[in-house]
Structure formats: C-alpha cells, structure tokens
Nanobody
Framework: QVQLVESGGGLVEPGGSLRLSCATA????????IGWFRQAPGKERERVSC??????SIHYADSVKGRFTISRGGNTVYLEMNSLKPEDTALYYC??????????????????WGQGTQVIVSS
C-alpha cells in the first residue's frame, strides 16, 4: 500500500509562488509514477504534472507549462508553482501508481491518492 501526504498549500497573491510537497511511504519512489492533479469547484479534475523514474518521463499540462516544475528528492515529490494566477485556485492532490519500465507517466491510472492541499490565488 502506498501512502501519500500533501502539504504546502495556502493563500497567495497573483504572481506569487508556492511549493507543494507529496511525501510518500510504503513504496520507493524509484518504483512509482507520481502525478499532481487539481480540482476547482464545478470543474473536472485535471492532471497538471507527472513524473516517473521508470522511463524518465515528465509531463506538464499546457495550462501550467513554463510556470510549474515537478521534481523529487528522497521519498518526496515537489511541485514548484510560480507566476500563480487566480485560475490556479484548486484543491491539489498527488497520486501514485506502480511504475513499469518504459511506460510514460501520462499513461497510468493512478490508484493511490492523498487527501489534498488547498491552493487559493487571490488578492
């Protein structure tokens, strides 16, 4: 079983930055694909970024490309968010799935989920 705990959300002004963390347990990150997702009220859930060590893949949604950066250190995956906009306001989740060699991080079902951390971008 994979456990995921997000942290780092909060209230920030437009143009500001936040760094979200996803602490993992129960399985080495070397064998996991990790995705960051978000869901705003009344909107569908969106995958904003993902990373997998099995094939070195990293992917960003067009809406965050150039502003968000995903990285990993130890058993934690980070999402550095810069130049934040009001439309980035959402509940952000990290999710995981067991990784397979050669499979892109975009192609996983993501079976394990954290509880989420709220991001509010407002002046």
């Amino acid at each position: 079983q994979v456990q995921l705990v997000e942290s780092g959300g909060g209230l920030v002004e437009p143009g500001g930055s936040l760094r979200l963390s996803c602490a993992t347990a129960g399985f080495s990150l070397d064998y996991l694909a990790i995705g960051w997702f978000r869901q705003a009220p009344g909107k569908e859930r969106e995958r904003v970024s993902c990373i997998s060590s099995s094939d070195g893949s990293i992917h960003y949604a067009d809406s965050v490309k150039g502003r968000f950066t995903i990285s990993r250190g130890g058993n934690t995956v980070y999402l550095e968010m810069n130049s934040l906009k009001p439309e980035d306001t959402a509940l952000y989740y990290c999710a995981a799935d067991r990784a397979f060699y050669g499979k892109s991080c975009q192609d996983y079902a993501y079976r394990y989920w954290g509880q989420g951390t709220q991001v509010i971008v407002s002046s």
